[in-house]
């Protein structure tokens, strides 16, 4: 009989073993990249601080940007011939438009999804691209560090005006004739 309640307990011992709650943590792996996207030249974060230099120098003004303009679309448009009104009028405003939407996207000021806001910021790298490439761009697209910098260079200059002047004091200083 002590045998058998010796079993009972074991059993029991074991039953409660299986009830026991096992907690796994699961971790998502970051997804492989391809290896094309490791030999990129620039990262997602590069290109995200070009947009963003682009689109802040544009804004400033420090560059202007030369959209197709309605003439230029009408010499590609055979169309614009046989109709007498110009259709390469609202293509122009309709680069423009979107070129702005792209921008409010970016910059939040239009509600998107945050798939959408990449979309935005690729389009707008690619806007950049044809741009520069078909010499649209005119002046120079400035750093966002250059205030930075600027800011720092007067702050440095500012101190080392300080120490010039208190070097200059120390050693042009009377000496008082030891009485």
């Known amino acids: 009989m002590a045998r058998g309640r010796a079993q009972t307990k074991k059993t029991s011992k074991k039953k409660a073993d299986d009830n026991e709650v096992i907690k796994v943590r699961i971790r998502k792996s970051k997804p492989e990249l391809p290896a094309a996207a490791e030999a990129a030249l620039f990262s997602p974060k ?25 003439a ?5 448009n055979p169309l614009s ?6 259709p390469s009028v609202n293509q122009e405003l309709k680069i423009k438009e ?3 939407d792209l921008l409010s996207i970016c910059a939040g000021t239009k509600p998107a999804s945050a798939e959408e806001q990449e979309k935005a910021i690729d389009d707008v790298f690619r806007i950049l691209l044809m741009f520069r490439s078909a010499n649209r761009i005119e002046g120079k697209i400035i750093s966002g560090d250059l205030e930075k910098r ?23 200083k009377e000496n008082k004739p030891n009485p």
Do not use: N
Request: charged fraction near 25%.
């Open 98 to 100: 979107h070129y702005v």
């Open 46 to 70: 590069d290109v995200r601080r070009f947009v963003t230099e682009f689109v802040a120098s544009w804004i400033r003004g420090d560059i202007t940007i030369h959209f197709p303009t309605a």
């Open 150 to 172: 600027v800011a720092e260079l007067e702050k440095t200059a500012k101190s080392t005006g300080k120490l010039v002047e208190q070097i200059t004091a120390f050693l042009f």
């Open 72 to 76: 230029e679309l009408s010499k590609k």
């Open 81 to 86: 011939i046989t109709f007498p009104t110009d």
